[in-house]
């Protein structure tokens, strides 16, 4: 069984609340913003089902912890060593793979960097990409045109070819989501 601890889960719950504490996205209607916590949360969600869902040993802390955590150093004031302080260099190591690379101006090379960068990671980093990506598909915000739509989905192709053997139960949930997203084509 994957147990995970709840105070390490409050710890970073309450550490990425505070960051992101006025960030917002929009949502699927114009005008709907929607906070960013809701995000994060999703992502955890997606890898606590992930956890449960396994035979397979999973480092839960560690998971669940780069969840929380996965848009820190990318979205915020925090940076590495603010996380390796506070959670330790293993979460902060899988953070800062998680966190795209902006001096890299090519996005096809900046996504190629990133998934370089999380498979020297434990599957458990690998398992919040995907989760990541998975939260990301529920819809596309309302002003994507069918060119990002396709754009997106062709990068969650990518994500999947590279990581899907970390976790069955996210690999089978973001191949269905990569499917189901041809549907916000218009």
Known sequence: MNLWSPDIYAKAWEFATLAHQEQTYGGKTEGIKINYINHIG??????MNAIQLS???IDSNLAIQCALLHDIIEDTKFTYNDIKNKFGQNVADGVLALTKNEDISSKNLMMIDSLNRIKQQPHEVWMVKMADRICNLYHPPYYWNNKKINSYREEAKTIFNNLNIA?????NRLDNKIKDYESFLS
């Open 42 to 47: 999703s992502v955890a969600m997606e890898v």
């Open 55 to 57: 035979s397979h040993h």
């Open 167 to 171: 976790n069955e139960t996210l690999a």
